[in-house]
């Protein structure tokens, strides 16, 4: 039986095990996806010794950046965006060779550019991981100028309190790609002047629980367009499965 897997810490309730495992129930597929919660990224050798049937991993927090010293080749795009959440484990012989993608900037461009406006030129990014990378690089694919927003001072940021009404007028993109409101905390959100929405600001926030975080329901009383993460975590995971299994994936 092949197995598939997800490498993270700490592991809940992930998006990614419920998904493949219906997947292949459904599908007849002789496969198991099967969360493997490493405390530390040094410990991924010896995942992949003992589990010789394994052919893909997922990456997710804290190690979608940290992965990558470990791979012995990494995807154009993922280099590009500095950060790898899908792992394609090749047996040859012997050997084991571990190839790195990135799904997220998928998914992400995927799920938003039907809801982008012309008027949609710039973009605030929330946060400054790995996911952000990737979310950076697809709004830029798609034309649209981004400045990160961290807490900290950071180069090339700007902090939550120097976020006026003026500048969410012009960045009239943003989108959330922190933890802030995500379930248990439905209460919180990122501090950002929601007053000054509208309209043309489009909220897209990457987390999916609760189903309309308290940042995408601040946007949408102020008559914001708001979408949630799902839509991009589904399509992240067909691509997945595409880089596993596609030949073409080789390259």
Known sequence: MDKYGLIGYPLGHSFSISYFNEKFENENIDAQYINFEIPTIDA??????????LKGLNVTIPYKEKVIPFLDTVSPEARAIGAVNVIKVDHKGNEIKLKGYNSDVI???????????????KALILGTGGASKAINYGLKSLGLETVFVSRYERPGTIQYERITPDIIHEYNVIVNCTPCGMYPHIDECPKLPYEAMDSRNLLYDLLY?????LFMKKGAERGATVKNGLE???????????????SSSNK
């Open 44 to 53: 991924l050798p010896e995942v992949l010794v003992s589990n010789p049937e």
């Open 107 to 121: 998914g992400f461009t995927k799920s938003i550019e039907p809801m982008l406006e012309r008027f949609h030129k």
């Open 209 to 213: 629980n609760p189903d309309q975080t």
């Open 232 to 246: 991009m975590l589904l399509l992240q995971a067909f691509a997945s499965w595409e880089f596993w299994n596609n």
